[in-house]
Structures are given as C-alpha cells and as structure tokens.
T-cell receptor
Framework: GEDVEQSLFLSVREGDSSVINCTYTDSSSTYLYWYKQEPGAGLQLLTYIFSNMDMKQDQRLTVLLNKKDKHLSLRIADTQTGDSAIYFCAESLGGATNKLIFGTGTLLAVQP | EAGVAQSPRYKIIEKRQSVAFWCNPISGHATLYWYQQILGQGPKLLIQFQNNGVVDDSQLPKDRFSAERLKGVDSTLKIQPAKLEDSAVYLC???????????FGDGTRLSIL
C-alpha cells in the first residue's frame, strides 16, 4: 500500500544543519516533494526531486534520494529561527492523476 | 504571480449544518485539488479536477461532500450535513498540469460544534 513515514520532531540550534528524514513504500513514485507549513498557513513548496536523481541542491537545501531503500532526506544548512515549521514529505504516484501521498510531518524547532 | 486564494479562512458551524468553501487557483492552472488536513496529520486528497472534469474523487465521502468546478477555474467544496469528524483544515491546491508541482492556498479552518 501507499505509506509515507517521518519522524515527529527535530530540535536544532540556530546555525547548525538540520536533516529531516522520510521513508516511502511505493516504488513507482515519479517525484518526491518537500513542503513547509507554518502555523495557520498552507503548504509552501520547498523543493522536489525526480525519482531518477539521487541529489538536488537549491541554496541552503539539499535533497538526497536513496531509491533502493526508498529513503528521502532534506538537509537545511545554517538553520535559522525562521525555518521553524512542520515539514512534509510527499510522494507522487504518477499515472493519470499524479496523486500525492503525504507523510505526517516533522516539526522542526530551531533554538536561538 | 498571485497564489491560490481560499475563503473563508475560518468557519465555525454546528453539526448537521451545511458549509461551503471557495477556491480560486493560480491563473492558467488546469488542475485543481481539494485536500482535508486533520490536526496532526498530513493532507489527504478529497477530489481532483482537470479543467472542469473530475479526475479522482475516490476519497470523497459522497454522501455528504460535493465539489464542482463548473467553468474550469474557481471551485467550491460543500459539506452537508456536517459531522464532528469533519473538523479540519480544507486546503485547495492547483498545478499547471497533472505532472507539475502543486501549489497550496492558506486553507479554511473548519470547526464543528
């Protein structure tokens, strides 16, 4: 079945790197996404990676994909207090609908 | 570029009442999605439109939920009658086409008393 799992909570100090992990089950996933959700807001698209890539870098963000282990990670360099939010991993199933399956989210708390 | 617009931002109703949410997608986006996000969970797809046609409504509780996108632009999602378990944030998203990234609105937070 389709399932995406994330750890619930991560706490880091300002200036450190944060690594948020995600595992998924569907081997036919085409794209994998990272979204950020701040309190009372919708989901902001951060970055995404095509399933035939193993790494993507975008400014402070680095996405690593291990397709064999179905493991995705998001690294945030030089984490700032403004990065405090819930981070959602999502896999897209492709096909006619390209449906997204979301994880339960990881709450990132950045300590000053 | 204007983002996905949703209204209202908040709604409080009693169980068994009806409620409607409105969404205006990003201009030019053919695909529109409604998601339900229960507290502490990730969003779950309720219905997906491609232009004015339904692509996927397999997770929509059709006995009480309905949605339409008559002219292929704006969309409304309705719940009638509401149940306590419908308390959630209802998120609208749009994408240029099916295989493009989805962009989300700020959502409507629904509380059922």
């Amino acid at each position: 079945g389709e399932d995406v799992e994330q750890s619930l909570f991560l706490s880091v100090r300002e200036g450190d790197s944060s690594v948020i992990n995600c595992t998924y089950t569907d081997s036919s996933s085409t794209y994998l996404y990272w979204y950020k959700q701040e309190p009372g807001a919708g989901l902001q698209l951060l970055t995404y990676i095509f399933s035939n890539m193993d790494m993507k870098q975008d400014q402070r963000l680095t996405v690593l994909l291990n397709k064999k282990d179905k493991h995705l990670s998001l690294r945030i360099a030089d984490t700032q207090t403004g990065d405090s939010a819930i981070y959602f991993c999502a896999e897209s199933l492709g096909g006619a609908t390209n449906k997204l399956i979301f994880g339960t989210g990881t709450l990132l708390a950045v300590q000053p | 570029e204007a983002g996905v617009a949703q209204s209202p931002r908040y709604k409080i109703i009693e169980k068994r009442q009806s409620v409607a949410f409105w969404c205006n997608p990003i201009s030019g986006h053919a695909t529109l999605y409604w998601y339900q996000q229960i507290l502490g969970q990730g969003p779950k797809l309720l219905i997906q439109f491609q232009n004015n046609g339904v692509v996927d409504d397999s997770q929509l509780p059709k006995d009480r939920f309905s949605a339409e996108r008559l002219k292929g632009v704006d969309s409304t999602l309705k719940i009638q009658p509401a149940k306590l378990e419908d308390s959630a944030v209802y998120l609208c998203a749009s994408s240029f086409s099916v295989n493009q990234p989805q962009h989300f609105g700020d959502g409507t937070r629904l509380s059922i008393l």
